[in-house]
C-alpha cells in the first residue's frame, strides 16, 4: 500500500506568516510530493516572512522526509524566511533528536504563529 500525504497551504494565516499543514506520511513514496508543498509555499507571493509547518497530523516521517524539511530549510534561510515546526509528534521529535536536527531546526509547542494559545 502506498504511504499518503496531504498538505494544505494556507497563505497569510497570521501577518507575514504562512501555515502549511501535514497530515499523513512523509518518506520515499512521499518525499517528493512533500518537497513540491514546501517549494510552493516558499515560493508563493508575497513571500512569507514565516512559514509555519504544522506536524500534527504527521504520523510517520522517515529520514527521507526529514530531508525534504532540510531542502525546504536551506530555501528559507535563502530568501530570509523562519521556516517554523510546529505540533511536532512523538514519533517526529524522536527522529529529530536522534539525527540532531532538533538544533537547527526552529520548533514551537503553540501552532500559531505568535505562541499564543489557539489555531491559525
Known amino acids: 500500500m502506498t ?3 496531504h498538505t494544505t497551504h ?3 494565516a ?3 506568516t504562512d501555515l502549511l499543514r501535514l497530515r499523513g506520511e512523509a518518506d520515499q513514496d512521499t518525499a517528493a510530493d512533500l518537497q513540491h508543498a514546501f517549494d510552493h509555499a516558499l515560493r508563493s507571493l508575497p513571500t512569507p516572512h514565516v512559514l509555519l509547518v504544522d506536524c500534527r ?3 510517520f516521517c522517515t529520514s527521507t522526509g526529514l530531508n525534504a524539511v532540510l531542502k ?3 530555501l528559507a534561510l ?3 524566511t523562519v521556516l517554523r515546526l510546529t505540533g511536532v509528534t512523538d514519533q517526529l521529535r524522536r527522529l529529530l533528536r ?5 538544533t537547527v531546526l526552529d520548533i514551537q509547542d503553540s501552532p500559531t504563529a505568535d505562541g499564543a494559545p489557539g489555531t491559525v
Not at 536522534?98 to 532538533?102: F, K, M, P, S, Y
Open 3 to 5: 504511504a499518503l500525504l
Open 14 to 16: 497570521a501577518p507575514g
Open 57 to 59: 497530523g504527521l504520523t
Open 72 to 74: 525546504a530549510r536551506r
Open 78 to 80: 535563502r530568501q530570509g
Open 10 to 12: 494556507i497563505a497569510g
Open 98 to 102: 536522534i539525527t540532531e536536527v532538533d
